[in-house]
């Protein structure tokens, strides 16, 4: 589609942000990987509660896990792109924070999909799934008619995404009997609320260094991006059974460490 409207400085500068979109799910796909045989057996065995409560948490801590490297990111992404690129093509700042986001969009129902495998209905999702990842070529088309520049496409895949989370949710109430309410209250809004309050603090910490020399400033957004990240992911978003489940693997691992050092 881009080939058609724009010139191949486009083209390119979406071909490096599908790069960086690569990366970020390959690094997601591998932080859910351990959780994914957990919930398959608890639904195997017949603990369906337990599988839900799993798929939650799962989509808890891969967003969790993505906001520590996508926030000091997108926030720095024209350092990153100086340091990456010899030459930054136009238009491959938004393409690639377009991704950033869509990314973090897509792990607040990545529990959602393990839990829809492990009940094994899969076939409604993946029909109605995808058909709306279809939609934003139909719209991005119309709107490259009139005249609308490169990055409304991200524009159109990023509420495409908002679109399927929503899908994916009642997908779950239907074939996994997942309820709504709780996923929503429980995941969705505290994630978005850590991603949003941890954006705009990072951000203006940012614009307030934003004498220092880009590095230090990368360093310093990217240290304070995981402090607020960790604690706030830990307060806001884990129930009082994943903080208990969390304080004991912490006091298992600190116990072996300091069984070592003796």
């Known amino acids: 589609l881009l080939n058609k409207f724009f010139d191949l400085a486009v083209n390119a500068a979406y071909g490096i942000s599908q790069q960086l979109n690569g990366?970020?799910?390959?690094?997601?796909?591998?932080?859910?990987?351990?959780?994914?045989?957990?919930?398959?057996?608890?639904?195997?065995?017949?603990?369906?509660?337990?599988?839900?409560?799993?798929?939650?948490?799962?989509?808890?801590?891969s967003f969790i896990l993505l906001c520590i490297v996508i926030i000091?990111?997108?926030?720095?992404?024209?350092?990153?792109?100086?340091?990456?690129?010899?030459?930054?093509?136009?238009?491959?700042?938004?393409?690639?924070?377009?991704?950033?986001?869509?990314?973090?969009?897509?792990?607040?129902?990545?529990g959602l999909q393990i839990a829809l495998e492990s009940v094994g209905q899969i076939k409604l999702q993946q029909i109605i799934v995808g058909f709306m990842h279809l939609m934003p070529l139909p719209v991005a088309y119309i709107l490259f008619e009139v005249g609308y520049s490169p990055s409304v496409i991200m524009y159109c895949i990023v509420v495409e995404e908002l679109v399927c989370l929503l899908l994916r949710v009642l997908i779950a109430?239907?074939?996994?009997?997942?309820?709504?309410?709780?996923?929503a209250s429980g995941v969705i809004l505290p994630c978005t609320l850590l991603a949003v309050i941890t954006?705009?603090?990072?951000?203006?910490?940012?614009?307030?260094?934003?004498?220092?020399?880009p590095v230090?400033?990368?360093?310093?957004?990217?240290?304070?991006?995981l402090f607020?990240?960790?604690a706030g992911g830990y307060f806001l978003c884990f129930s009082d059974w994943e903080r208990q489940?969390?304080?004991?693997?912490?006091t298992a691992v600190m116990r072996r460490f300091l069984g070592v050092r003796r």
Not at 79 to 89: F, G, R, S
Not at 173 to 183: E, K, L, S, T, V
């Open 199 to 213: 954006f705009f603090l990072v951000g203006y910490f940012d614009f307030l260094i934003v004498e220092c020399h």
């Open 72 to 110: 000091p990111l997108y926030i720095n992404m024209p350092y990153v792109l100086e340091v990456w690129l010899v030459e930054i093509p136009a238009g491959v700042l938004e393409f690639c924070r377009g991704f950033l986001l869509i990314s973090l969009i897509g792990q607040l129902s990545v």
């Open 216 to 225: 230090l400033r990368f360093v310093l957004t990217t240290l304070l991006n």
């Open 228 to 230: 607020m990240v960790i």
């Open 173 to 183: 109430r239907i074939d996994a009997y997942m309820p709504i309410a709780p996923y």
């Open 245 to 250: 489940k969390i304080n004991s693997i912490i």
């Open 23 to 61: 990366f970020l799910l390959f690094f997601a796909n591998s932080a859910v990987r351990p959780m994914r045989p957990q919930i398959v057996k608890n639904e195997a065995a017949g603990f369906h509660k337990q599988m839900i409560r799993l798929a939650s948490t799962t989509s808890k801590f």
